[in-house]
């Protein structure tokens, strides 16, 4: 079983409506989440963070988090072309000295159509 | 602010070269990450360093691949020797210590023929 899973897609949405990336992971001792977007052909880049269980929103984007159920979710409304890109949900184990590291899944392609 | 500085951009070479990818990290971050992007595998971290000091090396595929840090603006990551299958896109990201939050280069591609 892989640390942290995602749906590989692709996953298309209609321009207007809410895309929602699901990701789940295995380690208990994960204690904080990271959403990444990465465009075709460059790097990852950070959207948003989420440590605490319920959701926490920026602008379009809202993140959720159920630790019980190991689940994470990004949620995009009002979904635009640009947003087409894949998506890269992480698990960040702490900054205790040594467990720094941060596991990423392998991604969700979003496409959204105009 | 410059950010994570990779470099090469691109890199093509043949089986058994060496190779050497390099990394200048973001000015006062305390941490740094090597990952390599496939598609078959998606990003992977094959080392960290903290304060210059590698700290979790466990994912260095085997001996063929080292990782150095002789300084807290510089980072390299050898292959040697390389073969086709180390093909994939490698990243170097920095963060300040303990956030989480990685700051990425644009990537070193690198085809091994």
């Known amino acids: 079983q892989k640390e942290v899973e995602q749906n590989s897609g692709p996953l298309s949405v209609p321009e207007g409506a809410i895309a929602s990336l699901n990701c789940t992971y295995s380690?208990?001792?994960?204690?904080?989440f990271f959403w990444y977007r990465q465009y075709s052909g460059k790097s990852p880049e950070l959207i948003m963070f989420i440590y605490s269980n319920g959701d926490k929103e920026d602008g379009r984007f809202t993140a959720q988090l159920n630790k019980a159920s190991q689940y994470v979710s990004l949620l995009i409304r009002d979904s635009q072309p640009s947003d087409s890109a894949t998506y890269l949900c992480a698990a960040f184990r702490g900054s205790n000295f040594g467990n720094e590291k941060l596991t990423f899944g392998t991604g969700t392609r979003l496409t959204i159509i105009p | 602010d410059a950010g994570v500085i990779q470099s090469p951009r691109h890199e093509v070479t043949e089986m058994g070269q060496e190779v050497t990818l390099r990394c200048k990290p973001i000015?006062?971050?305390?941490?740094l990450f090597w990952y390599r992007q496939t598609m078959m595998r998606g990003l992977e971290l094959l080392i960290y360093f903290n304060n210059n000091v590698p700290i979790d090396d466990s994912g260095m595929p085997e001996d063929r691949f080292s990782a150095k840090m002789p300084n807290a603006s510089f980072s390299t990551l050898k292959i040697q020797p390389s073969e086709p299958r180390d093909s994939a896109v490698y990243f170097c990201?920095?963060?300040?210590?303990?956030?989480?939050?990685?700051?990425f280069g644009e990537g070193s591609r690198l085809t091994v023929l």
């Open positions: 990201a920095s963060t300040p210590q303990g956030t989480g939050e990685l700051f």
């Open positions: 380690d208990r001792g994960s204690q904080s």
């Open positions: 000015s006062g971050h305390n941490s």
